[in-house]
């Protein structure tokens, strides 16, 4: 949708809001008199504006019954003026007139108030508004111009390499296979096989319980969340083994790198086949009552996970076939080539090993692809590579082998081992906001940069791709609205106390659940978006918000962009302010500057 289609659908919904604001005053004028709610929940809706009557306009509003309802132009001690005097104009009736009114019919009014909001949100949502979200934008936490970026820098696995879902199920057969090979679990675990979109990245494990949910910024768990294996948990029972809460205290929820004495978040796109391995195994021990540790199991699925990566069959299976693995490798190329020809340095800090970065750097970028880079770090061991000055920096030479020589500069061309942060910051001077650096682990790669060396941050989350598709659906769109609609007023309407009314609202709060449940749904059918619960950001996305300064679905995001471009956070509404319509709509919707020039790319 074009800038000038947002701006007339931004006036527009101005337009319908004065307008539902001055019929509802109207109305809620006349209910107070008695004739409203006498008329039924259904046929006064609209009507000061219907036939392209203004509510504001001079007609006034009819008697009813036996009442008398005053005409708008002549409300008691109305001043009109008469050259320079001012004149006492007395009413019409008195207030005893107004005794003898019907008594209001809360039920009615309440759902009169219900099918007038309904259709005001169905008039608000015209036809295209639903596509307004770009998948290739870069979303900003806070402000960054890229001018002032000379550097950058990247992470290697999902961040510069992307890889497809098939790798998952790989990771996930063979730490199961792990799992009852070399750990003697029961031969029956076997039998499970891979579930795609069961978890979702950002998840929390209650390690004693053996309980996966997901957890919001609050610490609070998102009840309808909460699984034992395969199967969700009660909400009952969720109270009772929290003791009457849904709450989890601070020094139980994950520490600051997302693991806690008694929990441990999921934070990584790698993390999925360990979360679904996990829920398996548990599955089978509780459908089978089959008496086990929790700590054990996750102790023992952990390595079996790491022994995935330890004994290098993912590196084999992606140097093996890389094509199969690797996606938009031409992305990652077009990428690079653009920083470096506007000479940007660039550098690469990765956990992965230099054989294993080499081959799918060749594959994306072609075989020169370090003389793109002006440094290059394999096997960092990283989140205490940025948090840590023990190991020192180690040579590789032209077959990979470890050098003795001291380091004593980072030269272009060559490939370095290990070493940390403090070394790097002092032999390159490389500090501040000059320096961006993109990855995937919020607490690996960012957290550290972010709060302890000032330096810029972007967060790779790819499944921004998915969940905005979703959002640009018009059943998401209408879903969400009315659940919003629904909501205010819910909140409005409670001061009414009476059993009939009582009534209504329960049927209010039992739609706004289901619409809740549907909207979840539309994302993940166990867990929902990994950025929201039902109104609350998820722990994942508070995360995301304090670790990193902009986040997007790849680094492709960036060729949409000029490199001298200012990313501006949307400045979103305390809940002690007004909604802005134009910054609510605009920001982050319109199409980038430069996407007609990914054609060739895409």
Known sequence: MSCQKIRKFSHALLQKSKT???????????ASYGNVASRGPTNQIGKCCENGQSCGSNSGIQATGSTAIPTSPSPANHRQVAGKKFKEVSPKFSERAFTTAPKIDSKVYLWSRYNEMKRLVHDLIPPGVCSLLNPSTIYANNEVDLDEVEIYGFDYDYTLALYSNTLDTMIYNTARDFLVKHYKYPEGISKYDYIPNFATRGLHYDIQKGLLMKIDAFHYIQL???YRGLNPVPDEEVLELYGGTNHVPLEEVS??????????????VFSIP??????????????????????????????????????GYMYKWIMQDLEKYILRGDETYAVLHRLA???????????????????????????????????VI?????????NSCGKPFRRLDSNGDLQWDKITSLDKGQVYKQGNLFDFLRLTGWRGSKVLYFGDHLYSDLADLMLRHGWRTGAIVPELEVETRVVNTEQYAQGLTWLQALTGLLERMQMH????????????????????????????????????????????????????DVYMASISCLLNYDLSYTFYPRRTP???????WMDQLCTGCMKTPFLEEMAHIR
């Not at 520490?255 to 990584?268: A, E, I, L, N, T």
């Not at 394999?378 to 940025?386: M, S």
Request: aromatic share 14%; charged share 25%.
């Open 255 to 268: 520490g600051f790198y997302g693991k806690g004495p008694v929990m441990k978040q999921f934070m990584d």
């Open 378 to 386: 394999v096997q960092a061991d990283k989140p205490h590579f940025f």
């Open 341 to 375: 020809s506007h000479g940007k340095k660039l550098f690469l800090i990765t956990n992965s090993p230099f054989s294993f970065v080499d081959k799918g750097m060749k594959y994306m970028v072609g075989k020169d692809w370090r003389e793109l880079f002006d440094i």
């Open 574 to 580: 305390l809940q002690h302010e007004a909604p802005l």
């Open 20 to 30: 539902a604001s001055l019929c509802r005053g109207l109305k809620t004028s006349v």
């Open 497 to 548: 106390r009476d059993p009939e009314s009582k009534k209504v609202l329960q049927d209010w709060l039992k739609e706004r659940e289901e619409l809740r449940a549907v909207t979840k749904n539309l994302f993940n059918p166990h867990f929902g978006s990994i950025f929201r619960t039902c109104h609350n950001p998820t722990y994942f996305s508070r995360r995301l918000c304090r670790f990193s």
């Open 224 to 226: 309808g969340t909460v």
């Open 274 to 311: 360990e979360m679904t391995l996990l829920a398996a195994a548990n599955d089978y021990f509780n459908s089978n009552d089959i008496e086990y540790d929790p700590g054990h199991l996750y102790k023992d699925v952990s390595d079996a996970i790491g022994m995935v990566h330890i004994k």
